[in-house]
């Protein structure tokens, strides 16, 4: 088992820039294809950006891209989403998740643990 545990969500104007932090304590971390997904008020949870084992390969929605940076640190096990540019359809809860692929993997039914989430609200 996998814990995992998000932090660093919270209110910021339009234009604005968060790092959202994730913490998954343990030997194993590193073996671990990690991504961030969020979910907004009556929607459903949307992948938002991915990362190898390594930190050689990442990916992003279409949404994100260019304005978010996913990154990570296996000495640290942490994870990390650093986002700029903020937009109001940015606001919403954002969850961490690790999967035991090798490669980055953009869906929910491909991440085997998740954190409880944050929330992100980016006001206009």
């Known amino acids: 088992q996998v814990q995992v545990v998000e932090s660093g969500g919270g209110l910021v104007q339009a234009g604005g820039s968060l790092r959202l932090s994730c913490a998954a304590p343990g030997r194993t971390f590193r073996s671990y294809a990690m991504g961030w997904f969020r979910q907004a008020p009556g929607k459903e949870r949307e992948f938002v950006a991915g990362?190898?084992?390594?930190?050689?390969?990442?990916y992003y929605a279409d949404s994100v891209k260019g304005r978010f940076t996913i990154s990570r640190d296996n000495a640290k096990n942490t994870v990390y989403l650093q986002m700029n540019s903020l937009k109001p359809e940015d606001t919403a809860v954002y969850y961490c998740?690790?999967?035991?692929?090798?490669?980055?993997?953009?869906?929910?039914?491909?991440?085997?643990?998740w954190g409880q989430g944050t929330q992100v609200t980016v006001s206009s």
């Open positions: 998740a690790a999967s035991h692929s090798w490669t980055v993997v953009t869906t929910t039914s491909e991440y085997d643990y």
């Open positions: 990362i190898s084992w390594s930190g050689g390969s990442t």
